[in-house]
């Protein structure tokens, strides 16, 4: 749309051939492109005459007179919502919080207590919610950001590990071995299945926070697992050898983001794009293909803290 605009109309032909020096338009089958362009075509986004591409009606309503700087922008606002009780801003919390297929209401933590949302606000980004006493968690980026796979591959590396690096201060070497007593059962290639001396079951992956949201998630919302950059952990409720029947029986089927028809709506230029683009866009984004590989591939070790351990 930049280029149409730009250009003032430009040949679909000649369209295709500018979209090659773009990276990402490089990388996509030209079957895509063509598909992308009729859908534009198709809602009116784009106007195309005797092969010259311009503004339709609703690209000019969508995207005219300085709507136009969104094409433009280089840099977008973070995707947060802004949460409300009442006439009261609590705070913003990040949008993979409402991702998550589950039944009832997500429910947030702000400002020191809980509140269960009551109605999401898509277009404006807003979340109006009331308190409640059930727990619940909320995702913010900027310092609570989920850490990579690679990051936490190497904290596992750290932990795993028994000698210190020269360059450590003796502080660090203090440190390091003060964390390491806390995670013995710590081993390099394997994830870990460890349950807790206080009967809690967690599934240590070392995989990242977003590989980790997709797993819990994979697993099933009635299990009402939370999890963080390093683990899975499972209510006490389940038993060690209900969590590792349900890993192993799920572990290997396909592990995907699977998005409310809201979020993908609600990608910047979500409403260019035909359903399965946006999909795939989607899935782009929130996926890490590479440490979902490594956690089914990876054997699982079973932890019984305090009691010795047992191969999985």
Known sequence: MALVLQERGVGRRAFVEWLADVPAFAAMPSEQIETLVDHLVRTGTLFEDAGILSFGQEGEAEYGRKNFLEI???FTSPPLFQVISGQKELGNVHESTFYKK????????LAGRSWKTN??????RIAHVEPTD?????RWIGEGQFLSFRVCQAIR???????????WSQRAVSQIGEIRMDYPWAYPDQTMLVQQPNGEVQWWTFAGGLANRLVMD???GNTKAR?????VRFPSTMKLAEVEALIASRIRDEIVPTPSEDAMENLKFGECLPPPIAGEVFAARFNDAEAIANIRREPMRVVVVGEGTAEA
């Open 227 to 231: 999890m963080d950059k390093l683990c």
């Open 102 to 109: 589950q039944d009832g209401p997500a429910i947030l933590v």
């Open 72 to 74: 433009l922008s280089v």
């Open 157 to 167: 590396r750290v932990l795993a590990a028994e000698t210190t690096e020269p360059f």
């Open 218 to 220: 994979h697993l099933g």
């Open 134 to 138: 059930e727990k619940g968690r909320s």
């Open 119 to 124: 109605r999401l606000d898509w277009e404006r």
